[in-house]
C-alpha cells in the first residue's frame, strides 16, 4: 500500500507561491477497503478545513466509484486520488481494469438498489467522467464536486 501524500504541493500561481492541495493513497480491490477509503478521504478533508456537506458529498461518490471498482473489475489495487482544482474537489478512482465494459448510468436505476451509484454521482458532481489508462491496463473515473473553500466555523 503505498503512504499517503498529506503534504500540500507548492505551485506558482502568478507572481505568488500557491497551495495546491492534494492526496492520493492505494488500498487492495476488496470491500473490506471502501469504508477505508472513505475514512481517508473524510480525515483529508476534514485536515483541509472543508464544509460538512462536501465531506458528506465526496464520502458518497468515493463509496459508489470505489465499490465500482471493487466490484466490476480484476483489479488487486485501487488507487484513489483528491485534489483541489479552482472551485472544485476532484476525485478520481483508478483501477487496473480488465472490467467487462465501462462505467455508465443504467437506465432505470434510480429505482433499483443495484446500479444506482453512477446516477448519484452525477447528482451530486458538477461532471463526472471515465479515463481510459493510456497503456490499457485500467480506468480512472472522476468526479468534480464544489468545493467552495475551507468552511467557516
Known amino acids: ?50 464544509a ?5 458529498d465526496a464520502e458518497l461518490v468515493v463509496s459508489e466509484l470505489f465499490t465500482n471498482a471493487v466490484r466490476h473489475t480484476d483489479s488487486e489495487k485501487v488507487g484513489c486520488e483528491l485534489a483541489v482544482v479552482g472551485a472544485f474537489l476532484r476525485l478520481e478512482i483508478t483501477d487496473q481494469g480488465r472490467g ?28 463526472w467522467g471515465v479515463r481510459p489508462d493510456p497503456a490499457g491496463r485500467g480506468r480512472t473515473v472522476w468526479a468534480d464536486l464544489p468545493y467552495g473553500g475551507p468552511a467557516t466555523r
Open 1 to 50: 500500500m503505498a503512504s499517503s501524500n498529506n503534504a500540500p504541493s507548492l505551485g506558482r500561481c502568478g507572481g505568488f507561491v500557491a497551495e495546491r492541495l492534494q492526496d492520493a493513497f492505494h488500498l487492495p480491490a476488496r470491500r473490506t477497503s471502501v469504508p477505508e477509503a472513505r475514512r481517508r478521504v473524510i480525515a483529508v478533508l476534514h485536515e483541509w478545513g472543508a
Open 52 to 56: 460538512e456537506q462536501v465531506c458528506d
Open 100 to 127: 467487462d465494459s465501462a462505467p455508465h448510468v443504467q437506465p432505470g436505476s434510480v429505482d433499483k438498489e443495484c446500479g444506482r451509484g453512477l446516477f448519484l454521482v452525477g447528482a451530486l458532481s458538477e461532471s
